[in-house]
Nanobody, 120 residues
Framework: QVQLVESGGGLVQAGGSLRLSCAASGRTASTYALNWFRQVPGKEREFVEAISGGGGSTAYADSVKGRFTISRDNAKSTVYLQMNSLQPEDTAVYYC?????????????WGQGTQVTVSS
């Protein structure tokens, strides 16, 4: 069992930055790839970025390339999403999710989400 708790969301102006954190707990947490997804009401949940269990490999959506960076500190059991140059279209609830591998399609565990709102 893995528990995920996100934090760091909030309101920011366009062009600003936020850093999201996801604290992972559980005996096997460090073995999972950790992902960030986001969802806008009425739309499907969208993949944002992911990082492998060891932190050596990452994957990202084209929509955030060059603006968002994922990182992982296994000593703290925490994954981060540094979001720069935020735009109103980045407004969403951001979720942390754990998958067995970097490119697994179905997360095994989800966090509760944190709201990010970008004003124009």
């Amino acid at each position: 069992q893995v528990q995920l708790v996100e934090s760091g969301g909030g309101l920011v102006q366009a062009g600003g930055s936020l850093r999201l954190s996801c604290a992972a707990s559980g005996r096997t947490a460090s073995t999972y790839a950790l992902n960030w997804f986001r969802q806008v009401p009425g739309k499907e949940r969208e993949f944002v970025e992911a990082i492998s269990g060891g932190g050596g490999s990452t994957a990202y959506a084209d929509s955030v390339k060059g603006r968002f960076t994922i990182s992982r500190d296994n000593a703290k059991s925490t994954v981060y999403l540094q979001m720069n140059s935020l735009q109103p279209e980045d407004t969403a609830v951001y979720y942390c999710a754990a998958t067995p591998t970097l490119y697994s399609s179905t997360p095994h565990y989800w966090g509760q989400g944190t709201q990010v709102t970008v004003s124009s």
